[in-house]
């Protein structure tokens, strides 16, 4: 199968904002809830946000209210949008289905924010 490709990571003040994009598989798309994940030096993947199939949304508590994540069901994307970023919000980004699928990583988007 195809694997997702992310986009639009890159280096940002504190305060700043980017927008993620992720092409996915129109087999996975259609059927899965979808998530951006981000992995952190040292640390964890973590699940940042989720979308299901009919557009519910969810959000881990420390980007609740800054991140929104959408999906655009002609083009099989999934975006996320970061407002207000944060020193901590430096991470590898990924996208995947939710739960994730063990054979469906891409080579994610690296974000730095910058103090």
């Known amino acids: 199968q195809v694997q997702p490709v992310e986009s639009g990571g890159g280096l940002v003040q504190a305060g700043g904002s980017l927008r993620l994009s992720c092409a996915t598989s129109g087999s996975i798309f259609r059927i899965n809830a979808m998530g951006w994940y981000r992995q952190a030096p040292g640390k964890q993947r973590e699940l940042v946000a989720r979308i299901s199939s009919t557009g519910r949304t969810n959000y881990a508590y420390a980007v609740k209210g800054r991140f929104t994540i959408s999906r655009d069901n002609a083009k099989n994307t999934v975006y996320l949008q970061m407002n207000s970023l944060k020193p901590e919000d430096t991470a590898v980004y990924y996208c995947?289905?939710?739960?994730?699928?063990?054979?469906?990583w891409g080579q994610g988007t690296q974000v730095t924010v910058s103090s």
């Open positions: 995947n289905a939710d739960p994730w699928l063990d054979d469906y």
